[in-house]
Structures are given as structure tokens and as C-alpha cells.
T-cell receptor, first 110, second 114 residues
Framework: GQNIDQPTEMTATEGAIVQINCTYQ??????LFWYQQHAGEAPTFLSY????GLEEKGRFSSFLSRSKGYSYLLLKELQMKDSASYLC???????????FGAGTRLAVHP | DAEITQSPRHKITETGRQVTLACHQTWNHNNMFWYRQDLGHGLRLIHYSYGVQDTNKGEVSDGYSVSRSNTEDLPLTLESAASSQTSVYFC?????????????FGQGTRLTVV
């Protein structure tokens, strides 16, 4: 079977750093995506990892360890607008077919 | 600008009716996907297509069908709507390539079955 796990909710303070973890067990692996979704809106792409290591893009970074079936999304210098759900998605054995975790709802407080 | 649009944005229908949700993309992407999103479940894959005349079942395909007669459109049909199909539906498209590619999502259709 396929399983992708993320914490359901997290809270953090404006200006701080938060790490959102994702663990996965899938048949095959062809990449891991992170998406951001504000309430009532469509998911939007944040990052993509296919090789082990850290990918940095501005305030957001994403890390992947394929041997551990583990990824995290790191958000630095948190802003109020970062309050959203963060979705971890894996491409398993199916070509370009994203399998999503349930998402982590992040609340950023002043 | 290229985009992906869904219609309608909101729909209320009665149990047992046939309903079709439209998805149109101007990215010229070969890959198109339909997901439903429910609290506690995240996005679950209903059907997907890798090109014209190609359709495949996802993890929650029962009660749904799709057809792909051109590159731009992948309509989703609920054959006989049930209350369990009340959900938010998202269409997505992505480019073909040797590596996995970013999916672009439509704005979603909120469907209520009463």
C-alpha cells in the first residue's frame, strides 16, 4: 500500500522557524513535492526533491532522505501570510501521478 | 497567460442526478488529473489521463467517469450523485517529461449533493 504521514496541525510565532515533517511508504519513488494551500484556494507548488539533500528557495527549504522515506519543509522568518495548509505529495511508481498526504495546517501567530 | 479553469465553481444537485464538472487547460499539458478533497483525507486521486483517449482509475474512482477527447479538456462525470460525493473537486494538469513535473491546479468546484 501507499502511506504518507504529516502532522495534522502546527502553530508558530511570526518571525520564527518551523519544520513540517513528512514520512512516506510508497511502491516506487519518483520525486516528492510540497504544495501550499490557503483556505478556499487551489494548491500551489512550493518545492520538488528527487535526490537526497536540501533544496533552498528563498525563505522555504525542503529536505529529502530516500533511504528513510522522510522529507521536511522548513519555513524561515515566518509571516502571517504563511498561515495555510502544507501538502506533501509523492510520485510513486505511477508516472507523474501525485499521491498526497492529508496536509498540515499551520497557524502563524503574532 | 496559460491557465486551468474549472466550472462551475459551486453546484448543488440532488441524489441520483448525473453531474458533469468541467476542466479546461491552456497549458497544452498531456497529463490531467481529478482529485477530491475532504477534511481529514487530503487530496485523493479519482481519475487521470496521460493524453487524448487515455484514461485511468485512481484510488477513489467508483461512481465517477472521465473522457479525454482533446488535449485541453477532462470532464468528470458523476453517474448518479450520492451524498458521499459531496466534496471539493480539483482538476490539475502537468507537463510530460522524463522527470516528475509540477502540477498546476484549478480553483476547485464545491459540489453539494442533497
Amino acid at each position: 500500500g501507499q502511506n504518507i504521514d504529516q502532522p495534522t496541525e502546527m502553530t508558530a510565532t511570526e518571525g520564527a522557524i518551523v519544520q513540517i515533517n513528512c514520512t512516506y511508504q510508497t511502491s516506487g519513488f519518483n520525486g516528492l513535492f510540497w504544495y501550499q494551500q490557503h483556505a478556499g484556494e487551489a494548491p500551489t507548488f512550493l518545492s520538488y526533491n528527487v535526490l537526497d539533500g536540501l533544496e533552498e528557495k528563498g525563505r522555504f527549504s525542503s529536505f529529502l532522505s530516500r533511504s528513510k522515506g522522510y522529507s521536511y519543509l522548513l519555513l524561515k522568518e515566518l509571516q502571517m501570510k504563511d498561515s495555510a495548509s502544507y501538502l506533501c505529495a509523492v510520485v510513486g511508481s505511477g508516472y507523474n501521478k501525485l499521491i498526497f498526504g492529508a496536509g498540515t495546517r499551520l497557524a502563524v501567530h503574532p | 497567460d496559460a491557465e486551468i479553469t474549472q466550472s462551475p465553481r459551486h453546484k448543488i444537485t440532488e441524489t441520483g442526478r448525473q453531474v458533469t464538472l468541467a476542466c479546461h487547460q491552456t497549458w497544452n499539458h498531456n497529463n490531467m488529473f481529478w482529485y477530491r478533497q475532504d477534511l481529514g483525507h487530503g487530496l485523493r486521486l479519482i481519475h487521470y489521463s496521460y493524453g487524448v483517449q487515455d484514461t485511468n482509475k485512481g484510488e477513489v474512482s467508483d461512481g465517477y467517469s472521465v473522457s479525454r477527447s482533446n488535449t485541453e479538456d477532462l470532464p468528470l462525470t458523476l453517474e448518479s450523485a450520492a451524498s458521499s460525493q459531496t466534496s471539493v473537486y480539483f482538476c490539475a494538469s502537468s507537463e510530460s517529461g522524463l522527470e516528475s513535473t509540477e502540477a498546476f491546479f484549478g480553483q476547485g468546484t464545491r459540489l453539494t449533493v442533497v
